[in-house]
């Protein structure tokens, strides 16, 4: 990430993300940011948990470079405070292994949320003071309502609101309501020159 | 409810018979008169926000999900996400027979694992050994650490549970299936039939199953098409077969036949599946007595499975039930107005006319708000507007953005006082104006400079005037007077008796009823009619009017 002049609340980078100089990032190397990604403070996400047991390289092949990425972050998203985003990790082949954890574009994870899911579609919104457990699979246009814990594993299905403990589907999305995911106008709300937040 | 205002709600026409019969868009000039309380039990069930409503171009009218009519599309399992076919649906239920299943004790999603002898050689001897295959194999629930265990239920492979599951008893024993039965039967005619106590839900289904089906056999009369009434009964075979291609949705492919109206005797014994109700639950009594509340299953469980039970260890885990995709068509016309992809990844639509593609987007937002923004590394928190002061007036800047090609003409109608036992006054500064056209996305570039030529700086808001206009949008200034929500305050109307009751839950939220009319210009569409209509000056007055209902905040009770 290149630096601009240290001043204002965030860093902004040339691929248009905003992260707060509070957040905390471990092990930068391994988290990539698709671009134009807020992540307010408090922030944690745990690059640091990579991968260690590596796929088997096609055997006679040049090994190729092992995939060190740990979490990796679509377009337009947004990570509100004290988000913590935690690689899931589990016994493979008699070994712990962390795997890497996806996120996909436009989505937004609410303030106190825990993300430990295997994948995260696009245009997903969670609301805050959820868990998402280990290797949850969210798919595309997903709603999960505030302070609901998603179960270790499970799926959830393109166009399902999500609430409860445990987290279950408990309705539909209407049709119209899919470009309200759009996370555009959020993003320009914050930032070193933030707009004013919409009305 | 804890609605957080300010809000919009959108009637649909279907609350109204009189336009849905006549298939009319438009409503006659009397009907607007009539006054609309979004508060009235009934107007539940008429309003929506702008996101639920979809939009017939045939009728040019609203469409919402209480009245369109839904066809499936796709069926899948919500969890494996594979699409059953409507085929296997009819002969193999509405659950996935893919190994999906969820909880019984707290409905999470159960996992399929291997049962781990105990480790640490200090605790009881172990009480599995793992064999070279790896099982044996349980089901297990990672959030609240059930597994099928504890009803005695375990797997000898980690696939095909759906199978191993549909023969197996809580405790371990073998399910009695059909076959078994059939067996035992071949082996031992003379031999009595199950006694009902060994009958689940599954081996009665079968057996009632084999029985209609010998019976409806054994005739070949087929009426299909017969009105049910015409002297057959119900109990005819023909009668079922008609019943039975209704709910299939097989029917009209057999040949209207009259036939004698043989009547098909009914189920007699175990073996066609007749199982009489047990009345004595004197063994329940014993179980309850030693077993306690905590041996019983709550009623949410109960409700989720598939045989009446009541006791924790009669619990089954659940096979997923299926989800639909399924398309929507106008109550009216019969077209189309909502089709999915039929592929269960795919999130594209082939048809969706949504209503907000057609209808302008009502936004409303405090003049002076007194809730300072948010910080910005706190966004998007949102602060909530203080509650309105009664007998104080406020403004209200609401804003209409207009999705349409052409430009509307907007007239807005809205009672003086809001209906309701706490009238609040309500005036429209500027309850007639117009919105340019959806024109190219670019143009919202200059949206900002644009923004406030109609108006000087430190004006307040004019009778009148519009307030502020953009590329496709206009906003004016609602003024708003809340009324006092104390009982002893209430104004004495006529003879009328005043209701003294307590507050009711959202009595204190101030909804103003609002009637939209608009009016625009559209290409006539070039349609079937052939050249005549190839005038390119051809345009057609178009118009469509509603009722929405501004939540516009909470009133203080003071
Ligand atoms: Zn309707
Ligand atoms: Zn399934
Ligand atoms: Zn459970
Ligand atoms: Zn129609």
Excluded at chain 1, 139 to 147: A, C, H, Q, R
Excluded at chain 2, 176 to 192: A, F, I, S
């Amino acid at each position: 990430m290149s630096r601009r002049p240290a001043k204002g609340d965030y860093i902004e980078t040339d691929t248009g993300n905003k992260v707060s100089r509070k957040a905390v990032l471990v092990g930068t190397q391994n988290i990539m940011l698709g671009g134009k990604t807020v992540i307010q403070p408090e922030v944690m996400i745990r690059g640091d948990l990579v991968r260690t047991a590596q796929a088997q390289p096609p055997s006679g092949g040049s090994a190729a470079p092992p995939n060190t990425t740990a979490v990796a972050i679509g377009r337009y998203c947004f990570l509100a405070r004290t988000v913590l985003l935690r690689p899931p990790g589990r016994i493979y082949k008699g070994v712990f292994t962390y795997m890497p954890l996806r996120i996909g574009d436009h989505v937004f994870i609410g303030q106190g949320t825990v993300v430990q899911a295997a994948s995260i579609g696009n245009h997903v919104y969670i609301g805050k003071g959820c868990v998402i457990n280990e290797f949850a699979i969210i798919k595309d246009y997903v709603k999960v309502l505030d302070g609901t814990i998603v179960p270790a594993n499970m799926v959830i299905p393109s166009f399902s609101i999500v609430a409860g403990k445990p987290g279950r589907v408990v309705g539909e999305l209407p049709d119209g309501a899919h470009d309200e995911f759009e996370l555009r106008d959020l993003y320009k709300t914050v930032g070193n020159n933030p707009q004013p937040a919409a009305a | 409810m804890s609605l957080s205002t300010p809000y919009t709600y959108i009637q649909c026409p279907c609350s109204d018979q009189t336009v849905l019969s006549s298939g009319n868009a438009l409503s006659d000039p009397e009907e607007d008169e009539r006054t609309f309380d979004p508060k009235a039990p009934r107007s539940n069930y008429s309003l929506y926000p702008l996101e639920y409503l979809l939009y017939c171009e045939d009728c040019q009218q609203i469409r919402c999900p209480r009245c369109v009519t839904e066809e499936s599309v796709t069926y899948y399992c919500p969890n494996c996400l594979f699409e059953v076919p409507s085929s296997n649906l009819r002969s193999e239920g509405n659950r996935c027979t893919r190994s999906c299943y969820q909880c019984p004790v707290c409905i999470g999603p159960l996992q399929v694992g291997a049962i781990q002898p105990t480790t640490d050689a200090n605790l009881l001897p172990t009480q599995y050994q793992t064999n070279p295959t790896g099982g044996p194999y349980a089901l297990f629930c990672q959030y609240c650490n059930w597994t099928s265990t504890e009803i005695g239920i375990e797997f000898d492979r980690p696939s095909g549970i759906y199978n191993q599951l549909s023969k197996i008893n809580n405790g371990g024993k073998p399910k009695l299936t059909l076959r078994d039965v059939k067996d035992r039967r071949k082996d031992n005619p003379d031999e009595p039939p199950v006694p009902d106590d060994q009958v689940d839900a599954d081996l009665q289904f079968a057996h009632l199953k084999a029985f209609y089906q010998s019976r409806l056999s054994e005739t070949n009369t087929s009426i299909r098409g017969l009105p049910l009434h015409d002297g057959l009964g119900f109990s005819s075979p023909a009668a079922l077969t008609r019943i039975m291609s209704l709910y299939t949705g097989r029917g009209h492919q057999g040949r209207l036949q009259q036939g004698p109206a043989d009547i098909m005797r009914e189920a007699l014994g175990t073996n066609d599946g007749l199982k009489i109700a047990n009345l004595d639950e004197s063994k329940e009594i014993k179980k309850l007595i030693n077993g306690g509340w905590d041996a019983t299953a709550s009623l949410e469980q109960r409700k989720e499975q598939t045989e009446p039970i009541r006791f924790e260890d009669q619990l089954r885990p659940i096979a997923y039930l299926l989800r639909s995709k399924r398309s929507k068509r106008c109550p009216a016309c019969r077209h189309i107005i909502s089709k999915p992809e039929a592929k269960v990844t795919s999130t594209r639509f082939k048809i969706r006319l949504f209503a907000k593609s057609y209808i302008p987007t009502i936004t409303i937002r405090p003049l002076n708000p007194t809730a300072t923004p948010a910080p910005v590394t706190y966004r998007p928190m949102v602060q909530e507007e203080a509650p309105l002061k009664p007998h104080q007036p406020y403004h209200f800047v609401v804003t209409f953005k207009n999705p349409l090609f052409d430009n509307i003409k907007v007239t807005l109608a809205s009672p003086n006082a809001t209906p309701g036992r706490f009238s609040s006054r309500v005036t429209v500064l500027c309850p007639q104006f117009e919105v340019d056209a959806n024109t190219d996305m670019w143009d919202d570039a200059l949206k900002d400079d644009e923004k406030d030529r109609s108006r000087k700086a430190d004006e307040g808001p004019e009778v009148g005037k519009i307030w502020e206009k953009g590329r496709n949008w206009v906003s004016i200034v609602l003024e708003v007077i809340p009324a006092s929500l104390r009982i002893d305050q209430q104004p004495k109307k006529g003879n009328e008796k005043i209701d003294t009751s307590p507050l009711k839950s959202g009595e204190d939220i101030l909804e103003i009823p609002m009637f939209v009319r608009m009016e625009w210009e559209a290409d006539t569409q070039a349609d079937m009619d052939g050249p005549a209509s190839k005038d390119k000056e051809a345009r057609e007055k178009r118009e469509l009017a509603y009722w929405c209902v501004l939540g516009v905040g909470r009133i203080s009770q003071e």
